[in-house]
């Protein structure tokens, strides 16, 4: 057995088991609005370290609106449990507004690429089918390697990171954290700043006319 063999066949089983412990439980993601703040992120990971919560994934990008910042991270754990994690992390000073979604939700996304030996990679037989099978797509290839990418969701990307495994090895792999938005038609923080927008209008209304 190769050695990028073994690796994947230790990778499989960890998932496997991995699985089997999160099954009765629910993947939620958390999407954390705040300004792109020094230490930020230490203050909400904290949150998860207190409750012994394992993050699967993070990523931070700018959000819809400008000088805002969205950190979306997912984990395994309880609805019950969930409510409490985002109650916190609500609380601290520096963010804004914090929800959490359940996959139906949300439409989400995450990037895999693959590392191939190109040798291998052109003669192997199923290399054009796997290709249009996964719908991936070939970044880089020169005499040395072959870099594939694949965008889908995470079952996706494992499902071809074992078949290329199987066959022909992997010398590199990395996956991205999940990126998501929700299904309704603005992002929900901009709601929030409306509601609170409106509240100062009043306010400054009423006093004018004392």
Same mark, same amino acid.
């Given at each position: 057995?190769?050695?990028?063999?073994?690796?994947?066949?230790?990778?499989?089983?960890?998932?496997?088991?991995?699985?089997?412990?999160?099954?009765?439980?629910?993947?939620?993601?958390?999407?954390?609005?705040?300004?792109?703040?020094?230490?930020?992120?230490?203050?909400?990971?904290?949150?998860?370290?207190?409750?012994? /919560?394992?993050?699967?994934?993070?990523?931070?990008?700018?959000?819809?609106?400008?000088?805002?910042?969205?950190?979306?991270?997912?984990?395994?754990?309880?609805?019950?449990?969930? #409510?409490?994690?985002?109650?916190?992390?609500?609380?601290?000073?520096?963010? /804004?507004?914090?929800?959490?979604?359940?996959?139906?939700?949300?439409?989400?996304?995450?990037?895999?690429?693959?590392?191939?030996?190109?040798?291998?990679?052109?003669?192997?037989?199923?290399?054009?089918?796997?290709?249009?099978?996964?719908?991936?797509?070939?970044?880089?290839?020169?005499?040395?390697?072959?870099?594939?990418? #694949?965008?889908?969701?995470?079952?996706?990307?494992?499902? /071809?990171?074992?078949?290329?495994?199987?066959?022909?090895?992997?010398?590199?792999?990395?996956?991205s954290g999940r990126?998501?938005?929700?299904?309704?038609?603005?992002?929900?923080?901009?709601?929030?700043?409306k509601a609170i927008?409106?509240?100062?209008e009043q306010k400054?209304?009423?006093?004018?006319?004392?």
């Open positions: 057995m190769t050695l990028s063999a073994l690796c994947a066949s230790v990778l499989n089983k960890y998932i496997n088991v991995k699985q089997h412990l999160m099954q009765e439980q629910t993947l939620y993601t958390v999407t954390v609005f705040s300004e792109n703040m020094v230490g930020i992120l230490s203050q909400i990971t904290s949150v998860f370290t207190r409750r012994r /919560l394992n993050i699967e994934t993070l990523s931070v990008s700018p959000s819809a609106i400008e000088g805002i910042h969205k950190f979306t991270i997912t984990m395994f754990s309880d609805f019950e449990t969930m #409510k409490k994690v985002v109650l916190q992390i609500d609380r601290r000073v520096d963010v /804004l507004k914090a929800y959490f979604n359940v996959d139906e939700e949300l439409i989400f996304q995450e990037i895999a690429l693959y590392k191939l030996a190109t040798p291998l990679f052109l003669k192997m037989d199923s290399a054009e089918p796997l290709i249009r099978k996964y719908n991936a797509r070939i970044l880089e290839i020169n005499e040395n390697c072959v870099v594939l990418e #694949k965008t889908g969701h995470y079952q996706e990307t494992q499902n /071809l990171f074992k078949e290329l495994s199987e066959s022909i090895g992997v010398l590199q792999f990395t996956r990126i998501a938005i929700t299904r309704s038609k603005v992002e929900r923080l901009s709601d929030m700043l927008e409106e509240i100062a400054n209304g009423k006093n004018r006319n004392i």
